[in-house]
């Protein structure tokens, strides 16, 4: 069964900056696609970042210039660095990954997602 286990939430204040990472795991031989997501109090989720397994990055607009996202394959890991964060940043982060390929070679095409971490920005 495939898990993905975030780290790296908190507060902060306006203007800092924090690291998220997300680890997946269940005998897994690759992922095509691992993303952040996040959703702030009474709003809809959103994507904030994408990265897929050959490089290609997309950033939503409301993050571009301030977050980067990166991902080791060999360890099934995606990180988020978010520099000069601010009050709107506020939201439980979530990472999701899809389209898995597992051991033996079983090819899993729904979305699965994290359970979530806090990150609140103080103004």
């Known amino acids: 069964q495939v898990q993905l286990v975030e780290s790296g939430g908190g507060l902060v204040q306006a203007g800092e900056s924090l690291s998220l990472s997300c680890e997946a795991s269940?005998?897994?031989?690759?992922?095509?696609?691992m993303s952040w997501y996040r959703q702030a109090p009474g709003k809809q989720r959103e994507l904030v970042a994408a990265?897929?397994?050959?490089?290609?990055?997309n950033y939503s607009d409301s993050v571009k210039g301030r977050f980067t996202i990166s991902r080791d394959s060999a360890k099934n890991t995606v990180y988020l660095r978010m520099n000069s964060l601010k009050p709107e940043d506020t939201a439980v982060y979530y990472c999701?990954?899809?389209?898995?390929?597992?051991?033996?070679?079983?090819?899993?095409?729904?979305?699965?997602w994290g359970q979530g971490t806090q990150v609140t920005v103080s103004s």
């Open positions: 999701a990954v899809t389209g898995i390929t597992v051991e033996p070679a079983v090819f899993m095409s729904g979305q699965y």
């Open positions: 269940g005998n897994i031989i690759t992922i095509n696609v």
């Open positions: 990265h897929t397994r050959v490089g290609t990055t």
